[in-house]
């Protein structure tokens, strides 16, 4: 297994899986939202306000998980207003429960860390909440 960072020619495969995730999340494909992917993960990756890792076997991927970093007002308990949203979490289904989420996880928590984030967000899957939870995040009403 190959860990990575997604680049430019990665977009047409982070394009594809983000649909096939979504549909694992059982929401139904009643839209064409290809240019809008396309146009999403160009503009983010190339200003730098998305890092997306990806996990390869023999040149496949078989995992991504990403933090997009977003700008809020700054506030007494977030001064730079700076927070990272963890999204993209997928791992093709012959490679769950294997702990890559997990190890993906940690990476997206060093890439906050790295840039002096310290407010971390999503929103989880059925799936995905174990992940998230024994990693320590709270689950809240937002």
Not at 55 to 69: H, L, N, Q, R, S
Not at 71 to 80: A, I
Not at 104 to 128: D, F, I, P, T
């Amino acid at each position: 297994m190959e860990y990575r960072k997604a680049s430019m020619k990665d977009i047409p495969s982070l394009c594809q899986i983000r649909k096939q995730q979504l549909m694992d999340e059982g929401i139904e494909p009643n839209i064409e939202i290809d240019s809008e992917l396309k146009k999403y993960f160009s503009v983010k990756l190339q200003d730098g306000s998305l890092v997306e890792w990806l996990i390869e076997v023999d040149g496949t991927i078989i995992a991504t998980a990403a933090i997009a970093f977003m700008d809020f007002p700054p506030t007494y308990t977030n001064k730079s207003g700076i927070k990272g949203y963890i999204t993209n979490m997928y791992r093709a289904p012959a490679y769950r429960g294997q702990g890559l989420a997990t190890s993906l996880l940690k990476k997206l928590v060093q890439e906050a860390k790295n840039r002096k984030v310290h407010k971390l967000w999503l929103g989880a899957s059925k799936l995905g909440r174990p992940v998230y939870r024994k990693f320590g995040f709270v689950e809240t009403n937002e």
